[in-house]
């Protein structure tokens, strides 16, 4: 069970990678409460708060968001390390399936290739996913990473195993 704790730093003063997934949502999206919660929790911890992912537009069918760049994603030359690169992906394109599922259900990915086709550089990079594939057990998102000057860094496209509820 994880317990969720609210901070003592009052929420206008809170930097974005310390505010709840909530806050780094878009402010409205039409998709299920429980879809929502999902995505708004993922946001909150792990991977998602580390790379400071902020989800900029979601739906069914795409999202968007940024990321932003701090030093522990840079590698020797100065530039983003691939890793983060395809993290970021990794996280967006699941975000994607996580809108989709069936209400109980969950995800993980499956596979992942990744494309890269120049260097990633601060302060922020982009994100915008699309679905492939939605299917019943599997979705395919491909996720397209790029610099804020709309530079090509990356394409990412993975498949996610849809997960059914235990009984």
């Avoid at 704790?5 to 505010?19: L, Q, V, Y």
Wanted: aromatic share 2%; with cysteine; charged share 20%.
């Amino acid at each position: 069970m994880t317990v969720i704790r609210k901070s003592k730093t009052p929420a206008k003063t809170r930097s974005p990678a310390t505010r709840s997934g909530a806050a780094r949502m878009p402010a409205k999206v039409a998709l299920p409460k429980a879809n929502i919660d999902m995505i708004a929790h993922s946001l909150s911890v792990g991977m998602c708060r580390a790379l400071k992912v902020r989800l900029t537009k979601l739906s069914r069918k795409g999202l968007e968001a940024e990321m932003t760049v701090t030093d522990d994603h840079i590698n020797r030359t100065g530039r983003v390390n691939g890793g983060v690169l395809m993290a970021f992906a990794d996280v967006v394109g699941a975000m994607g399936t996580v809108a989709n599922l069936p209400e109980g259900y969950r995800t993980t990915t499956l596979e992942s290739k990744t494309n890269f086709f120049s260097a990633g550089a601060g302060p922020r990079l982009k994100a915008r996913s699309v679905p492939l594939h939605i299917g019943r057990t599997t979705m395919v998102w491909q996720t397209t990473v790029s610099n804020l000057d709309d530079t090509r860094v990356a394409i990412v496209t993975q498949t996610q195993i849809v997960i059914p509820k235990k009984d």
